[in-house]
């Protein structure tokens, strides 16, 4: 099993590139399974909170992400359906996107007797913080530059010859 544990969604390129990797496709061809239980174990959540989250109205995007199929699956009615049904939703599925694990996630891993071997953390790029304060990558911005600069010399070179 690989996890992909982010503090808010998918929120810049360098997130939603580690999860394509992750995947091992694109996200277009990927089935997803949103589960909102965990949303019910936060502090700071309400059913307001799990329905934007599942709606794909969420500040933590993921249910909204341009996923081939997009499934509900809440954890408290598992009891009460089929286990030979429900097993084939887990197994179909290519993702589980979870908002607010940080509480429910090691629970549901101790539950299940499935221990986490390891986690991997990695800081954001430089890249992934000038797109989030300006919409786009540092290249596309230095290309848009050169652009404007070569620009404004042809303007100069013309303008200097008349």
Not at 32 to 51: D, F, K, N, R, V
Not at 56 to 73: A, I
Not at 120 to 132: E, G, H, K
């Amino acid at each position: 099993m690989k996890l992909l544990l982010t503090s808010g969604g998918i929120t810049n390129a360098s997130i939603r590139r580690a999860l394509v990797d992750l995947l091992g496709k694109p996200i277009a061809a990927c089935n997803a399974l949103c589960i909102p239980t965990a949303q019910y174990g936060h502090p700071m959540c309400t059913p307001a909170s799990a329905w934007r989250f599942v709606s794909g109205k969420s500040p933590s995007p993921m249910s909204d992400l341009g996923w081939k199929s997009l499934g509900l699956l809440e954890l408290t009615a598992l009891p009460s359906i089929d286990e030979a049904r429900w097993v084939s939703w887990i197994r179909e599925a290519d993702v589980f996107l979870v908002d607010g694990g940080e509480e429910f996630v090691p629970r549901l891993f101790a539950e299940l007797g499935v221990s986490i071997k390891s986690v991997s953390v990695s800081r954001p790029t430089l890249d992934d913080v000038f797109m989030s304060y300006t919409g786009s990558t540092i290249r596309d911005a230095e290309e848009s530059y050169a652009k404007h600069a070569n620009k404004i010399m042809m303007q100069m070179m013309s303008g200097g010859r008349r």
